[in-house]
């Protein structure tokens, strides 16, 4: 059953690898339609998640808003699926790596430096677009899928020339993912916390809500230069990924890097409001599912 799975899963991929984008556009549109009228997928999860974070935006304004996320959700799935047949260089011109003289300075020295990155926009495109435009290694973390035949399918077509993909932490230290010139460690930090992670409280849209405190714990620890990442929309299925200086080598503490953090989501969500990941129960300890 895995198997044809798979099959079926790289049957798509193929058909979506000869549809060009043009013709992309309106094939997100019907996918949102069906999810959100078909399907009705997480329909409701969707509209509590935006009330919690805009109390203030009136019903017609929330719907608005859950349209246009069901649109950006479509968006990514098809893009996902349709980067795995595209060439280096096609995907180097929709998916722009910028960034300040500032963080140019930090990426030319030698060693390790900290990514902080969020499931706004496309990230999906990450992995192979900003391993064929940085000079350090990128690492990027992952949890495996079900499938062992998609999941690796998905590994090795993820990853660029210079980019890897891990599922736990001990492996940055195995000697295979080593990099003379240094590497560029990325965590989607913007993940709930799970049962047995630890967490930092932070102010986020004026409550205090729980952020995974490991990627600024790590950052702490080793003292590293962090970045903060930023995926923005640049026309139909383009994006411009920027990076600015999050925090200096020396942090005053992980929870304050935690809160600088939290600080540039909430200005990069207030931005663009339907391109951030709304369908997932992120505010679990809100009380606001019951």
């Given at each position: ?8 899963f790289?049957?798509?991929v ?9 013709v992309?556009t309106?094939?997100c ?7 959100q ?14 009330a ?8 017609a ?29 096609e ?14 300075e ?17 990230w999906e495109?990450?992995g ?9 290694r ?7 899928l ?15 020339q ?5 599922y ?24 709930y916390p799970?049962v ?36 923005k ?42 391109c951030?990941?709304?369908s ?11």
């Amino acid at each position: 059953m895995k198997f044809f799975e798979y099959i079926l899963f790289r049957a798509l991929v193929l058909k979506l690898r000869f549809i060009p984008f043009f013709v992309l556009t309106p094939l997100c549109h019907w996918l949102a339609f069906i999810l959100q009228y078909i399907l009705r997928y997480r329909n409701d999860i969707i509209i509590k998640n935006l009330a919690f974070c805009f109390p203030n935006k009136s019903k017609a304004e929330l719907k608005d808003l859950r349209r246009q996320y069901y649109f950006r959700m479509a968006c990514l799935i098809l893009e996902s699926l349709k980067a795995y047949g595209m060439s280096g260089p096609e995907l180097k011109s929709r998916y722009v790596l910028r960034y300040s003289k500032e963080v140019e300075e930090v990426l030319e020295k030698e060693g390790d430096l900290i990514m902080l990155c969020s499931h706004f926009n496309n990230w999906e495109w990450a992995g192979r677009a900003l391993g064929i435009q940085l000079k350090k290694r990128l690492i990027g973390f992952a949890k495996p899928l079900s499938n062992a035949y998609i999941d690796s399918y998905i590994k090795h077509k993820r990853l660029g020339q210079n980019s890897d993909l891990i599922y736990k932490l001990k492996e940055l230290s195995e000697p295979k993912m080593s990099s003379k010139s240094g590497r560029v460690i990325s965590f989607l930090a913007d993940q709930y916390p799970g049962v047995h992670d630890k967490r930092h409280t932070v102010v986020f849209f004026n409550k205090g809500i729980n952020f995974h405190a490991g990627p600024s714990k790590f950052a702490y620890i080793s003292k590293l230069p962090c970045l903060f990442a930023s995926i923005k929309r640049n026309g139909d299925h383009s994006y411009i990924f920027e990076l600015e200086i999050l925090s200096a080598e020396n942090h005053d503490s992980s929870i304050e890097l935690s809160q600088v953090y939290a600080n540039k989501l909430q200005e990069l969500i207030e931005s663009d409001p339907a391109c951030w990941l709304w369908s997932h129960r992120r505010f679990k300890d809100q009380g606001i599912y019951v």
